[in-house]
């Protein structure tokens, strides 16, 4: 199912680009994506009949590449990979994660994915309303945490000077 969620960052455009280079560089993208996939499962967990969607998956990749595209955007193409029953591998998320200026001091962060519900979702009761709500919910998930981490500003470590 098609997913995406925006939101304005208060950070201005090269600042936000250069968190967003950051996040692809480092291994923040795989914690980022492990939480809100993590909160998707849960949630799904919650609202099926007991112990039918627990341990149906886990995050086994994340895939990324990063994209400066001149003064007008930023792109990050996403790729979630999960480990699904008879350990076969599918994607279970595919996304475009795009800044783009918004004033001085503001950027827009904007989300467009294909999500893919756990393999057996369907099988375990969970109805399809409920995936999608639960597909919005991590992607929510997925924005707040790349937007704090966009806009975290990095901690300078001084060191000593021995005078």
Same mark, same amino acid.
């Given at each position: 199912?098609?997913?995406?969620?925006?939101?304005?960052?208060? #950070?201005?455009?090269? =600042?936000?680009? @250069? &968190? !967003?280079?950051? %996040? $692809? +560089?480092? *291994?923040?993208?795989?914690? #980022?994506?492990?939480? =809100?996939?993590? @909160? &998707? !499962?849960?949630? %799904? $967990? +919650?609202? *099926?009949?007991?112990?039918? #969607?627990?341990?149906?998956?886990?995050? @086994? &990749?994340?895939?990324?590449?990063?994209?400066?595209?001149?003064?007008?955007?930023?792109?990050?193409?996403?790729?979630?990979?999960?480990?699904?029953?008879?350990?076969?591998?599918?994607?279970?998320?595919?996304?475009?994660?795009?800044?783009?200026?918004?004033?001085?001091?503001?950027?827009?962060?904007?989300?467009?994915?294909?999500?893919?519900?756990?393999?057996?979702?369907?099988?375990?009761?969970?109805?399809?309303?409920?995936?999608?709500?639960?597909?919005?919910?991590?992607?929510?998930?997925?924005?707040?945490?790349?937007?704090?981490?966009?806009?975290?500003?990095?901690?300078?470590?001084?060191?000593?000077?021995?005078?």
């Amino acid at each position: 199912m098609f997913v995406g969620d925006q939101t304005q960052l208060g #950070v201005g455009f090269d =600042a936000a680009r @250069a &968190g !967003l280079a950051n %996040l $692809a +560089r480092g *291994g923040s993208l795989t914690t #980022v994506s492990a939480a =809100a996939y993590g @909160a &998707g !499962l849960t949630g %799904l $967990a +919650r609202v *099926g009949p007991p112990g039918s #969607v627990r341990g149906i998956s886990r995050l @086994a &990749g994340v895939r990324s590449r990063y994209q400066a595209t001149g003064d007008g955007a930023a792109v990050l193409a996403l790729r979630w990979e999960a480990t699904g029953p008879g350990e076969r591998l599918f994607p279970a998320l595919d996304a475009d994660i795009t800044l783009t200026p918004a004033g001085e001091q503001a950027t827009l962060l904007r989300l467009a994915a294909v999500y893919r519900a756990p393999h057996g979702s369907q099988e375990a009761g969970i109805e399809p309303v409920i995936v999608r709500q639960v597909a919005a919910a991590t992607i929510r998930t997925l924005m707040n945490l790349v937007a704090d981490a966009i806009t975290r500003v990095p901690r300078v470590t001084e060191t000593p000077t021995g005078n």
